[in-house]
């Protein structure tokens, strides 16, 4: 009987302290140290890897803000361009528009002398407001 329950006592035994030299289930329970160290090495990569994207969004954004001045610049050098090409050609117009009264002014007192004065002092007249290119009378 003795052994019985000896027996018997060692496999009761067994049964309890078997869970206590178990391993744990993956993933439950504490976590030894290669897991550990396991750990480690993936917080420190992707830390590495927040800061290498965090300097890749610095970059982008230094270029896009580079970009977006050179569009600026460009943008205004358009606009001086166009003020300045309006300005020439309101310069232009306003140049021609005093040539055309200068001519009617000519053209005004050719109208008025043509009247006036006796028939040799007409002939004088016309015979002076030839154009020198023109040497023989039409």
């Given at each position: 009987?003795?052994?019985?329950?000896l027996?018997?006592?060692c496999?009761?035994?067994?049964?309890?302290?078997?869970?206590?030299?178990a391993?744990?289930?993956e993933g439950?329970g504490?976590?030894?140290d290669?897991?550990?160290?396991?750990m480690e090495?993936?917080?420190?990569?992707?830390?590495?890897e927040?800061?290498?994207?965090e300097?890749?969004e610095a970059?982008?954004?230094?270029k896009a803000?580079s970009?977006?001045?050179?569009?600026?610049?460009?943008?205004?050098?358009s606009?001086?361009k166009?003020?300045k090409?309006?300005k020439?050609?309101?310069?232009?117009?306003?140049?021609m528009a005093?040539?055309?009264?200068?001519?009617?002014?000519?053209?005004?007192?050719?109208?008025?002398?043509?009247?006036?004065g006796?028939?040799?002092g007409?002939?004088?007249?016309e015979?002076?407001?030839?154009?020198?290119?023109?040497?023989w009378g039409?």
């Amino acid at each position: 009987m003795n052994k019985k329950y000896l027996t018997l006592t060692c496999l009761a035994a067994a049964f309890v302290l078997n869970p206590l030299f178990a391993s744990p289930p993956e993933g439950k329970g504490k976590p030894d140290d290669a897991a550990m160290k396991k750990m480690e090495s993936q917080e420190k990569k992707a830390h590495s890897e927040m800061k290498k994207m965090e300097g890749d969004e610095a970059k982008m954004k230094k270029k896009a803000k580079s970009e977006e001045d050179e569009a600026e610049h460009m943008a205004e050098k358009s606009k001086e361009k166009s003020e300045k090409m309006a300005k020439e050609k309101m310069e232009k117009s306003e140049k021609m528009a005093k040539e055309k009264s200068d001519m009617s002014d000519k053209t005004e007192a050719m109208h008025k002398e043509a009247g006036k004065g006796s028939e040799t002092g007409q002939e004088m007249r016309e015979e002076h407001s030839r154009k020198w290119w023109k040497f023989w009378g039409e």
